[in-house]
């Protein structure tokens, strides 16, 4: 069975890092994009940032120069470093990817469970 398993979220005050990582597991024939996104209470679920399999990033405007994607394709893990984090940066956040599982060969968009990430002013 394949799977995405988030970690890393918690309770930071405002200006304060966090870094959530999301580990994809099963029989995976190839992972193409990985990302990050989140939903704040009574919101849409908005992207936060993304990476190819060959590294490009895509972050949100209200992100860029915060937040830094990066992913370790040997281990099937993606990361999200947040830095000078903001009250509006609470929310869950969810790592998706985009893989091939072994039993099907076909391509499927996965989600982690979410993970919240609080920030305090």
């Known amino acids: 069975q394949v799977q995405l398993l988030e970690s890393g979220g918690g309770l930071v005050q405002a200006g304060g890092s966090l870094r959530l990582s999301c580990a994809a597991s099963g029989t995976i024939f190839s992972i193409n994009g990985m990302g990050w996104y989140r939903q704040a209470p009574g919101k849409q679920r908005e992207l936060v940032a993304d990476?190819?399999?060959?590294?490009?990033?895509n972050y949100a405007d209200s992100v860029k120069g915060r937040f830094t994607i990066s992913r370790d394709n040997a281990k099937n893990t993606v990361y999200l470093q947040m830095n000078s984090l903001k009250p509006e940066d609470t929310a869950v956040y969810y790592c998706y990817a985009k893989m091939v599982p072994v039993v099907t060969l076909d391509e499927y968009d996965y989600w982690g469970q979410g993970t919240q990430v609080t920030v305090s002013s």
């Open positions: 990476i190819t399999s060959g590294g490009s990033t």
